[in-house]
């Protein structure tokens, strides 16, 4: 079977229920969530804690979520749950009761793997503002503009706490 299929030679694609330009913002924001899913594998291959791991396999699963609905495009087929929300702020509290109160602004380039998370961070923020966008075509769930919102926090959380160089042996600095 060959990969290609040159139906979007003309500039068209899918949106599960329908032809859409490929300029269309479900398209964007998809690419982007798509941008972020890449991106939390990314930063999985500087990481060796296998709670944090899996973690990010559970978000990895909370984006693919969020691109399917989006590619439904129907307001009767909700896949983000505010459940989704709770258990990243629970992560959120968890990884932060940890570290020290943070004072400034802070670069997150001291490991690969905090520069890694923080890709991830600013790869869901520019997808967060297109969700953003299309929100305002057309209202979207609320729960999963929350989620967004919060998988930033988490990613700059989580990229604090690798951020250390202490010796932790779940951070792999060279």
Not at 111 to 128: F, G, P, Q, S
Request: glycine share 2%; net charge negative.
């Amino acid at each position: 079977m060959k990969i290609y299929t040159k139906t979007g030679d003309q500039g068209q694609t899918d949106l599960m229920q329908r032809r859409v330009t490929k300029a269309d913002l479900h398209i964007s924001v998809n690419g982007s969530i798509d941008e972020a899913m890449a991106s939390v594998l990314m930063a999985k291959q500087e990481i060796t804690d296998s709670s944090v791991l899996s973690d990010l396999d559970r978000i990895h699963g909370y984006l693919f979520d969020s691109a399917h609905e989006i590619a439904l495009d129907d307001e009767e087929k909700r896949l983000i749950q505010a459940e989704y929300t709770t258990w990243v702020e629970t992560k959120i509290d968890e990884l932060q009761s940890r570290l020290p109160v943070l004072k400034n602004f802070i670069r997150l380039d001291r490991t690969k793997a905090a520069a890694a998370l923080n890709m991830v961070r600013v790869t869901i923020r520019r997808a967060e503002r297109e969700l953003i966008l299309l929100n305002n075509e057309k209202p979207l769930n609320s729960d999963l503009l929350a989620l967004f919102n919060r998988l930033s926090d988490y990613f700059f959380v989580l990229g604090r706490t690798f951020n250390r160089t202490d010796e932790d042996p779940s951070v792999r600095t060279s």
